[in-house]
């Protein structure tokens, strides 16, 4: 599975940002959408850099696995009903 889909983070076809953009409105996207991710994969490490030991550190690495996957169901499930 090497095909991007659209929204896709990074974006590296600045065409996948629509064709009205101009380069500084894509830059600033691209930067922004970079931005977030970075912190949210800091608030995740600093969760289980947290941990007192191994084991504690896997299962909360597992339990953000879970939540995750119940958020993109939750948000799945919402964009079909809207579909």
Not at 37 to 57: A, G, W
């Amino acid at each position: 599975m090497t095909e991007r889909r659209p929204g896709q983070w990074p974006v590296d076809n600045p065409a996948d940002l629509g064709p009205q953009s101009s380069d500084e409105e894509r830059y600033v996207q691209r930067a922004a959408e970079r931005a977030l991710h970075e912190i949210v994969m800091d608030s995740i490490r600093h969760d289980l850099e947290q941990q007192p030991s191994p084991f504690t550190v896997l299962n909360a690495a597992r339990a953000w696995c879970n939540r995750i996957t119940a958020a993109a169901e939750e948000i799945a499930k919402a964009k079909r009903s809207t579909a």
